[in-house]
């Protein structure tokens, strides 16, 4: 059986894939996230786990989603049903489609308004708005945006208007010509920043930071961070990259392409750290100082160095466009859907689907003022986006995609799809249906706090479990096959 039918339109080419999904897996993950986890959990170590987990969960799950896309050719919900179908399965495996679909837009939900934070420092750091003298006179600013709902709302619904004009466009006038010179800008203003930071003062003790391996340093809670985080990144399981992956010619190579990815979104992370932690050791800052290392430690290093102004309006424009990338990717799957399901043009689709995403985004967006008091069980709508998504759907969605491509469907369709060799093929199923599920499943239960994951505790049963995957593996996968028919 053929591939599905061709989309209303393609990338032009690898580079277009390439470019749009490396700006989806790099947003505020990779420039505001992944340096104060790294710092929080002991440097080296911990990107040395990261770098593991990226290769040993993330390329597999990656490569897989974009072989469901290009496979099906439409929406999540459409290319899972169609390759599902393809195999002799039910479609009530499209299920996993609409949670990824859904996923993606609530996350965006509550992003567009972390997207507003890097939009409100960029014009603070123009206007001369953001000074002060200590850590806590950061921290007052920051409180003092987020108190005021009109600033705030200001700020993600400018996010939520760049989006949808950009979107709108289509895949190749709108998404593929945009990143085309967004990631390029932003590689060449992380360059510009890393330059800077060499001479900083603490440009030696960043890289000594960044890349000395101590085993000692890093606790089991750092190895959880990591596997999560490298899951995470890539923008898997929320419909970005399968519906990314529908776009894809038939002539372009998932693994190279997948590999292009994955390196991309560590190369830039890793050169995110080389930016940050020069200007925090030469002020003398902690870089294990969480979330705030970005908009409150930062700004404060920045206002006492020389030009700190200039490179901190050159930090603020990169990390809104890092920001501005990912929300792009992950409004596509409902714009998609909607096209191809409700006969809408595609700038209807992307102002429609921009709408009702400005109201749910308000809602998270009033959690930080007036509706801070809105709570169901002690969470705010922005804390219950975020943990229904992150806790619950991603992890439940790419446990579903990669039980369904290593269990579930027949053996042929992805390895025709993927194009690999018996070798490499062997061994991307062996990932999908052992390694990738095992990684899933622990962050999943250590996310929902069932337990306090210990690995030098319980890395046994851990094995013991995967001894078990693999044995019954190969006797299950005809079995589970019929059985879901």
């Known amino acids: 059986m053929t591939s599905a039918a061709q989309p209303r339109t393609q990338w032009l080419g690898r580079w277009g894939f390439l470019l749009a999904a490396t700006g989806s897996a790099v947003g505020l993950g990779n420039i505001w996230k992944f340096p104060y986890i790294t710092g929080e959990f002991g440097g080296g170590a911990f990107v040395l786990v990261y770098l593991a987990c990226i290769l040993a969960v993330g390329v597999p799950v990656m490569m897989t989603e974009i072989a469901f896309g290009r496979r099906g050719r439409g929406s999540p919900i459409d290319a899972i ?62 409180v003092a945006n987020n108190q005021n709902p009109l600033n705030l709302g200001f700020w993600s619904t400018l996010v939520t208007l760049l989006t949808m004009l950009i979107v709108g466009k289509g895949v190749q006038e709108g998404i593929e010509k945009n990143v085309s010179w967004m990631m390029p800008g932003l590689v060449v203003m992380l360059l510009v920043l890393i330059a800077y930071g060499m001479t900083s003062g603490g ?124 929300s792009i990717s992950m409004v596509e799957a409902t714009v998609s859907w909607l096209c191809d399901n409700k006969g809408l043009s595609r700038r209807a689709a992307a102002w429609g689907t921009g709408i009702v995403l400005w109201l749910v985004s308000t809602l998270a967006m009033l959690s930080f003022n007036v509706g801070a008091e809105w709570t169901l069980a002690g969470k705010n709508v922005f804390d219950w986006l975020d ?99």
């Open 81 to 142: 049903r169609r390759v599902v179908s393809e195999s002799g399965g039910g479609s009530a495996w499209s299920l996993i489609g609409w949670m990824a679909m859904l996923c993606g837009f609530l996350i965006l939900s509550f992003y567009v308004v972390v997207a507003g934070w890097s939009f409100s420092y960029l014009w603070k750091m123009l206007s001369g708005g953001l000074s002060g003298e200590s850590v806590d006179d950061m921290i007052a600013v920051f």
């Open 203 to 326: 440009f030696g003790e960043a890289v000594r930071f960044l890349f000395s391996f101590n085993a000692g340093s890093l606790s089991s809670e750092g190895m959880l961070a990591a596997l999560g985080h490298a899951f995470f990144t890539l923008s898997l399981a929320s419909g970005a990259i399968l519906t990314y992956g529908s776009y894809l010619p038939k002539s372009a190579s998932i693994t190279r392409t997948t590999l292009g990815v994955a390196a991309a979104d560590t190369v830039v992370a890793l050169m995110a750290g080389l930016a940050i932690f020069p200007v925090i050791f030469a002020n003398g800052m902690n870089p294990g100082q969480g979330p705030g290392l970005i908009f409150m430690s930062l700004p404060l290093a920045f206002d006492a160095m020389p030009l700190g102004t200039l490179f901190g309006i050159l930090f603020f424009v990169m990390l809104s466009m890092a920001a501005l990338t990912s």
């Open 387 to 485: 943990y229904l998504t992150a806790r619950w759907m991603m992890p439940l969605g790419g446990l579903g995609i990669v039980v369904l491509a290593g269990f579930v469907l027949k053996s042929e369709v992805l390895r025709d799809e993927l194009g690999l060799s018996p070798l490499p093929y062997t061994l991307w199923l062996a990932m999908v249906r052992y390694v990738s599920p095992l990684g899933i499943l622990v962050v999943f239960v250590d996310a929902l706090g069932v337990y306090s994951v210990s690995f030098a505790a319980h890395w046994p049963w851990l094995l013991a479990i995967l001894v078990a995957m693999v044995a019954l593996g190969e006797g299950l996968s005809p079995r589970l096959r019929q059985a879901l028919r």
